[in-house]
């Protein structure tokens, strides 16, 4: 069971990246999937997160407008489309499956059964 996150990188204030959270061993589409952050010195915050059919999202303050969360069920993949970044965007990304819900949203420390290794993103101003 694997969840492999991909597509951070370096980019600069307000430009955008696509990050990737590609499942091996299940089925995303049978868990809410979350992405979150951790930036240096900081406690790990959600960032969006999905119910199991798409129905319900939940966003953290600072990304909604500029980010979108989606899923495709085929390729048991979920992505993270980031617009305008800012430079505090900048923070290691993780994608989760989990149980939908605030204790899982939040920050991912209720209710998470699956994680992924985390990928950098670095914002320049």
């Known amino acids: 069971v694997q969840l492999q996150a991909s597509g951070g990188g370096l980019a600069q204030a307000g430009g955008s990246l696509r990050l990737s959270c590609t499942a091996s061993g299940f089925t995303i589409n049978n868990y809410a999937m979350a992405w979150f952050r951790q930036a240096p010195g900081k406690e790990r915050e959600g960032v969006l997160c999905?119910?199991?059919?798409?129905?319900?999202?939940a966003y953290g303050a600072s990304v909604k407008g500029r980010f979108t969360i989606s899923r495709d069920n085929a390729k048991n993949t979920v992505y993270l489309q980031m617009d305008m970044l800012k430079p505090e965007d900048t923070a290691v990304y993780y994608c989760a499956a989990g149980d939908y819900g605030p204790g899982f949203c939040t920050n991912g420390n209720r209710g998470a059964h699956y994680w992924g290794q985390g990928t950098l993103v670095t914002v320049s101003s």
């Open positions: 999905e119910n199991k059919d798409a129905s319900n999202r």
